[in-house]
């Protein structure tokens, strides 16, 4: 059944255009097109069994014109004027058939309603009040011409039965016509209220992360104040050692330095946020470019009595942007020396064939396994500790991976079953090669 269901929904929107193309009240207004192109293939043989021939060389004529406005406004993207033509016409054929098919006693007061329900589903709002008034107005004063001149509306049944199939058929038409408009229109409700109901429902989400987001914030830029603070109040009140100096000094410093990393990853997330990022690409000499950002985690993981190692490939290049890479690397070796006991050990290598370039940053870990799920990329505000108490609010990673897949990359990771993690970030390697990763994902 779902088969089914879906075959018939793939004939609707061939026939009514893709929703990315056209908007629904155009998809509507082919729907409708395509279902009075089958009616009048029904109505004329139709006409022509029940003895109105005439009736039947308009509708083929009109056939014709519905065919014509169909091509153009489904596949000439002229919707404007075959909407136009298509409800100028459609209304002057109703009148001409309300003389030609017995007035009131035939099956044209159906048509006029019909063609009120398709112009109010496809017409501009604007338009509603000429269009839906001359309906009106036009079958009233039919109406009154039929009720003050009988003689200029003939009676064209030829027995009573042909009136019945006549009308009958006219209503089934009619039911089906309005049919496809209102389904079309409340899949469409449906579908814009469920996402409607999406967003508030990640909205109230996202407003949760960011009230969390914040509070950590708060919390971990009171950390290196206080600090100062207080040294700044042991400078005045005490005597200290050139000693003591030097590890408030050293506290303040690591303190400082995790601080404004947090603050640098927070300004790069509120501006992708806010203004999204301007993505500029060049080749990139991936040593040239990261070495000095490498040099500089050396000295933090010196500290930490870590070693840092970088192992880059001769003539490695990326297709990227300078800045991304240079925040994508300093997040992955600053998570990877933040979670790294003394003692241990993290290494930064880059490879590159002729499509892609594979950046690899992995750690020996604190000793135990990692337990890490894909949700490390994704918002998490969480103040996660580091070996040495470090401090951060889970914005690093997911960074990188939204930067990543602005490169055309991806990223992802595998966890040591003894100690340690390691992450790669494969980026395109030339201009074409996006795809190829985009694939391969």
């Not at 950590?216 to 109040?233: A, F, K, M, T, V």
């Not at 790069?268 to 993505?279: A, C, D, E, F, P």
């Not at 750690?363 to 401090?391: H, M, R, W, Y």
Request: net charge neutral; proline share 3%; aromatic share 10%.
């Amino acid at each position: 059944m779902s088969f089914i269901i879906h075959y018939f929904r793939r004939i609707n929107q061939s026939i009514s255009g893709p929703p990315d193309h056209f908007p629904l009240t155009v998809r509507i207004f082919h729907a409708v097109l395509a279902i009075c192109i089958a009616a009048l293939v029904y109505n004329i043989p139709l006409n022509l069994v029940v003895g109105l021939p005439v009736i039947a060389l308009a509708s083929g004529v009109t056939l014709t014109l519905v065919i014509v406005l169909y091509y153009l406004s489904r596949y000439r993207g002229m919707t404007a004027p075959s909407r136009f033509v298509f409800c100028l016409t459609g209304t002057c054929l109703f009148v001409v058939n309300f003389f030609l098919n017995s007035g009131i006693d035939g099956p044209t007061g159906y048509f006029f309603i019909l063609m009120l329900v398709v112009m109010v589903a496809v017409v501009p709002v604007e338009q509603y009040w000429y269009w839906v008034g001359s309906n009106v107005l036009l079958l009233v004063t039919l109406h009154l011409v039929q009720h003050h001149h009988p003689d200029w509306v003939p009676y064209t049944y030829q027995a009573t039965g042909d009136r019945y199939i006549d009308i009958s058929s006219a209503y089934v038409t009619v039911v089906v016509v309005i049919l496809a408009c209102f389904y079309m229109i409340r899949r469409r409700y449906d579908a814009e209220r469920l996402e409607a109901q999406q967003n508030a429902a990640r909205l109230r989400e996202m407003d949760a992360e960011k009230n969390k987001l914040f509070s950590i914030i708060s919390h971990d830029l009171r950390s290196p104040l206080s600090l100062i603070q207080n040294y700044l109040e042991m400078l005045a009140e005490y005597e200290l050692s050139d000693e003591e100096r030097r590890d408030i000094k050293a506290a303040l410093l690591r303190s400082t330095r995790g601080t404004l990393d947090m603050v640098n990853n927070v300004l790069h997330w509120s501006k992708s946020q806010m203004s999204g990022v301007i993505l500029q690409k060049d080749f990139l000499a991936v040593d040239v470019l990261l070495e000095p950002q490498v040099q500089l985690f050396q000295a933090i993981a010196a500290r930490k009595e870590i070693i840092l190692e970088s192992v880059f490939a001769k003539g490695t290049t990326i297709w990227g942007n300078a800045d991304m890479l240079q925040l994508i690397t300093r997040n992955l070796l600053n998570n990877a020396i933040k979670f790294t006991a003394a003692g241990g050990r993290v290494c930064i290598s880059a490879s590159c064939n002729e499509a892609t370039c594979l950046l690899t940053v992995s750690d020996s870990g604190n000793g135990s396994p990692a337990q890490l799920t894909d949700a490390i990329f994704q918002l998490s505000a969480v103040s996660a500790k580091g070996t040495a108490n470090e401090s951060g609010v889970g914005l690093g990673l997911a960074l990188c991976r939204e930067y990543t897949t602005l490169l055309g990359g991806r990223i992802w990771f595998s966890c040591d079953a003894v100690s340690g993690a390691t992450f790669f970030v494969e980026l395109p390697a030339n201009e074409g090669a996006a795809g190829i990763i985009m694939a391969s994902s």
